[in-house]
């Protein structure tokens, strides 16, 4: 079971998309110098299909993609709630997860994704948006997963 403290449209996330965040908390990474910490507890209120549909609903026409901002407490549930969002919208809203983990889970597919991000936030590092970065975002075609990322420092 997955929890969310809330939601917002973004328009940075996922290059070219206007995209729905939801914000998943529980997050068990404890990245240093994480800009969400408060995502780290385990509050807010469950994320299942009615809640998406909801959403899909509300924001239907104004948006083009939805992101899953962390999860990597149940990686599978992610997955699972992404393929529902990508049947219930009948192929017109596309789906991406940030994940902090290092890999895709071992369980985990690529099918019911649009785009992926890869990586624990390392201060040092810096975000997607710089060269130093260990972080990766992808895209995700026929199951194969390339590498976007310099599409974040090309803005």
Known sequence: MLR???????????????????????CPNG??????????DDTGDI?????LAGLLEKYGNAITCVCFMGGDSDPQEVERLSAFLRKAAAGSIRTAWYSGRQKLPRGCGLRHFDFIKLGPYVESLGGLDCA??????????????????ESFRKR
Do not use: W
Request: with cysteine.
């Open 4 to 26: 969310f403290h809330n939601y917002d449209i973004v328009f940075q996330e996922v290059p070219g998309e206007v995209t729905l965040a939801v914000n998943i908390s529980n």
């Open 47 to 51: 994320l299942d299909e009615n809640v």
């Open 31 to 40: 990245c240093k110098g994480c800009h969400s910490p408060y995502l780290m």
């Open 132 to 149: 130093s970065t260990n972080q990766r975002f992808y895209l995700i075609e026929n199951e194969t997963m390339v590498d976007m990322t």
